[in-house]
């Protein structure tokens, strides 16, 4: 496809569980992005990827989140032992050189 | 640090109606760039306008326009003549090339102001 996608679009877990968001950015964009966005405001950065490298994740929460993107594509966002402090929509962005970022769909999570 | 700040939570106009959407921001770096972006109900961040620190020239794109005020620190958008597609949640956002901690680019954003137009 030709934009950012993102799956599952909903995830519902049960607190403790873990679980794996994916992330499908745009063809040939070396720069990835996670954002968390929880109700009623605007997303937040966890990290940042330079094609396999991530340079960047100072915004994750806790050691419980976990970002990879192993051959500098697809990329997974993994969350172990959710929280219902975790529920939020999880955006992914990919962005090619130095301009703005393209926004996938996003995966919205809910912890019971 | 950086900070955006959209101090409008929500906004309801009646369709035809020119809504302005206000946006101030906060950062030390001389170089830095402004977006604003839409989040209609399927959530989608779309973009909109990116602006860089150094250009203060207004635009217009069709029934939108942006109004960058260095000496204030804002850059607010306005719709003339508001149609109902224009519903959505907007978002100001602010990132600065090379940013704190190796960032990259990383976007801040502001909270958002949900705008309603009525038909």
């Known amino acids: 496809g030709a934009g950012v996608s993102q799956s599952p679009r909903y995830k519902v877990a049960k607190r403790g569980q873990d679980v794996a968001l994916r992330c499908d950015p745009i063809s040939g964009h070396v720069s990835l992005f996670w954002y968390q966005q929880a109700l009623g405001q605007g997303p937040e950065f966890l990290t940042y990827f330079q094609n396999e490298a991530q340079l960047d994740k100072s915004g994750l929460p806790s050691d419980r989140f976990f970002a990879e993107r192993p051959e500098g594509s697809v990329s997974t966002l993994k969350i172990q032992r959710t929280q219902q402090e975790d529920s939020a929509v999880y955006l992914c962005?990919?962005?090619?050189?130095?301009?703005?970022?393209?926004f996938g769909p996003g995966t919205r999570l809910t912890v019971l | 640090a950086q900070k955006v700040t959209q101090a409008q939570t929500e906004i309801s106009v009646v369709e035809k109606e020119d809504v302005t959407l206000d946006c101030v921001y906060e950062?030390?770096?001389?170089?830095?760039?402004l977006f604003w972006y839409k989040q209609p109900p399927s959530g989608e961040l779309v973009f909109l306008i990116r602006?860089?620190?150094?250009?203060?020239q207004n635009e217009i794109s069709g029934r939108y326009s942006w109004n960058f005020q260095k000496s204030t620190s804002s850059f607010n958008f306005t719709i003339t003549a508001s149609q109902v597609v224009d519903s959505a949640v907007y978002f100001c956002a602010l990132t600065s090339q090379g940013g704190y901690g190796g960032s990259q680019g990383n976007l801040i954003f502001g909270k958002g102001t949900k705008l309603s137009v009525k038909p």
């Open positions: 602006r860089n620190s150094f250009d203060e």
């Open positions: 962005a990919s962005r090619p050189a130095r301009n703005e970022q393209f």
């Open positions: 950062t030390r770096d001389t170089t830095y760039y």
